[in-house]
């Protein structure tokens, strides 16, 4: 079966993460896509994140780096989804990863919307499974168990990073 290698990038500010919802696929999902030729991961994460919403953000994650004049390590993903593709056949393998804006965005207290297409998800909408915020952009569907469960990793590894 055909392969492909993509990212997904949780982006998080605060107690948030960015979703938008994805037309052909009819569910919630984060920013993401396919790792273009030349790119290791973590340059395709951050791209797709800024393309689709704008910011300007930095992979955080809580496991070890180590300081090697060679060769070079890379943050390493959240965790990483094999993703059955009905067109094609085809499988994506796809790089999760945790996000967080380089600079200063909105106050939290701010309106829901980051762009055109991505609202702003709180942490307790996902706890409590809340789809409020998402109904305000004219689509009242929940979020995916796995789309929810990893909002909330992202924002507790980005939290953690301080």
């Excluded at 409590?128 to 590894?157: F, H, K, M, T, Y």
Aim: proline share 7%; with cysteine; aromatic share 4%.
């Amino acid at each position: 079966m055909e392969r492909h290698f993509t990212v997904t990038g949780f982006l998080v500010d605060g107690d948030r993460t960015a979703l938008h919802w994805h037309r052909k696929n009819q569910m919630w999902l984060p920013a993401g896509g396919h790792i273009e030729p030349g790119e290791d991961p973590v340059q395709a994460v951050v791209r797709e994140v800024r393309e689709e919403t704008g910011v300007d953000a930095e992979v955080v994650s809580d496991a070890a780096m180590h300081d090697f004049a060679a060769p070079t390590q890379l943050p390493p993903p959240m965790l990483i989804l094999v993703e059955d593709i009905a067109e094609g056949p085809h499988q994506h393998i796809d790089m999760i990863y945790a996000l967080r804006p380089l600079a200063a965005l909105r106050p939290l207290a701010g309106d829901a919307v980051l762009s055109a297409d991505f609202v702003w998800v709180r942490e307790a909408q996902l706890v409590a499974n809340d789809p409020v915020a998402l109904a305000s952009c004219g689509v009242d569907v929940a979020l995916a168990d796995d789309v929810r469960a990893l909002a909330l990793e992202a924002i507790g590894i980005v939290r953690s990073a301080g």
